[in-house]
């Protein structure tokens, strides 16, 4: 098998899954139903011992590789990662992307009709956690009749997951794939997300959230909190070799229209970012990272919070990640250690800061791809 | 004298100067006239030799020490550093701090009116340059007489404004104090700028500028704008010492309302700040630092742009900004020592960031009086 084929699974069909039992989030809040929305590629084996869940980050959702045959331009965001021949083979492993909940991608969340009240959830629909979405996703595996995963996957808010994953069911993963993530946001980190936070609910077509009703989308809030998003995820050598002082017009044009390159890209991020995601879903996720912190529990003490895992881990950072750099990672690394867990660790030495995690990185692929044929070996895929 | 005495200068009170001969700014509009408000500290000494040149950065004025005596608590911004006795020591020295044009202290700008419309400028204000500011203080300082500054000193945007003194006007300047500098912004830099710009320019109370005719302030966009701003000038280090992950309530909310005190902080500085600051001016200051780029017209070639320096040196950073790192000022260290001027570099290991120049350390206020007892043997003073 080639694993540089850029072969693709191809055109692909989400599915979906509705839950009826009440659910209590970790805010306290209680959902009585929900309905979510996945993907798969490739085929479970008669053993179920070869199914892979990617978890989702920021701005992603269910659709981790492929195309749809009425939209064949709408490749999944993962597509160079998951695929046959890939390093995650769908010729050998069965791959589910969930849209999580509270999501915009199909998944109940704030713009889904809320049954006690026949209108959209909006405001009302309740924060959510990382460990609110380990738990659906582990409903989400149970209807699928998956009692373990060879491997739960992600970077970035992903990676939280596949930590959780790990801590939450132990028994039910077997790989924790754990990419560009932090054990905690920083300071700085949530600083950002209050910065997107206020700009998204100042905007007058905000109405605390029900905006649906008002026939308006906050856009102009969310613009601004993709463009500060989208900041972060770039390293700035990054965007001193793509962008540095380049001019848009060749010459300075002494006034509000764009003058550099870096502000006619931000802006078009930005304008496409907003026509497409709903803004109380990034409020929300932005929530869900900020409270990810599984050492809270325990007075901070990381290594007590990581005791209950017993999955194999391969952790990467990239060098250039500002975002949750190296450092943060490694803290990972060590309470892994700490506890005696099977910890791989690679820092990936990629100038693309936080964003790397979705390039398509030659030592970085093939890093995974040779993890992943371990895990093939284990799991007889 | 005691350095360490924290004496004030005392109550000021600001001056204005109007100037009638039309200026031709960097963009080619020409504004027929203007006014500058400023102060000053101490005495020019008979020889005139004694002057120092104080620029502001970003959201500050003329109101660089002492305070004002129907408000006491109004204490200017850089008071640590000037008084008697202070590292820029009003006994020998006489300092003055302007507020620049296009500004929103007092100096013509966008909320000026327009003699020509009977209005104020608003979004018609021209958009001006470090070059521009510099060439209407060299108007001020022809106005007091002084033929010559003994030193021209500021941080961040003030920095370059001293740089650029040296560049536009050699023989009018012995010294140049260039604080945690950038020859040029980075992209990154721009796009947190742009970010800014965006915030504020599409809140719907901005009107394209024009607000003060609509009876409103954009606000929502300045808070946002001020925010990511006050984001960039700290250090990761110094957000996580100070706020880390403290929460607001001792315990989680799982809600939209401040959980963490970063966000409390946050809000609070935005609040502050919108309430004090013009929109218009924030939006042309920010690009007045994006066009600062003295190499652009010598094809990139930092030692070329420099040439022209005549005054000595003393060029600071420090560690922990990452703003305008250290490596940018060591770009300006290079370009000036390739033109065999006078240079005296200091890194300073400071956690505050950026806004560590505006800070009472005593590294670097030792280094400062130092620096200006050298001065003041060469000047008399």
Redesign the interface.
Known sequence: MDRNAKNSVGAVTPRAEKFSEPITL????VLDQYELVYETYGDLNAARSNAVLVCHALNASHHVAGTYANDPANVGWWDNMIGPGKPVDTNRFFVIGVNNLGGCHGSTGPATVNPATGKPWGGEF??VTVEDWVATQAQLAERLRIERFAAVMGGSLGAMQALSWSLQFPERIGHALVIACTP?????N???N??A???I????DFHGGDYYAHGTRPN?GL??AR??GH?TY?S?DE??A????HLKHGR?L???DT??Q??SY??YQ?DKFSEGFDANTY?RIT?VL??F?PA?KHGGDLTLALAPAKAAFLVISFTTD?RFSPERSREIVKALLDNRCDVTYAEIDAPHGHDAFLLDDARYHRLVAAYFDRIGAEVGA
Request: hydrophobic share 50%; aromatic share 12%; charged share 25%.
């Open positions: 970790a805010s306290g809040a309740p924060v905690s946001l920083s300071a700085q949530i600083a950002f209050e910065v936070r206020q700009a609910i100042t905007d007058p102009r613009r601004v463009m500060v900041i770039l700035d965007m001193a793509k962008f540095g002082r300075l002494y006034s509000f003058e550099f870096i502000e931000l802006r930005a409020l929530k900020d409270y912190d809270l500002w």
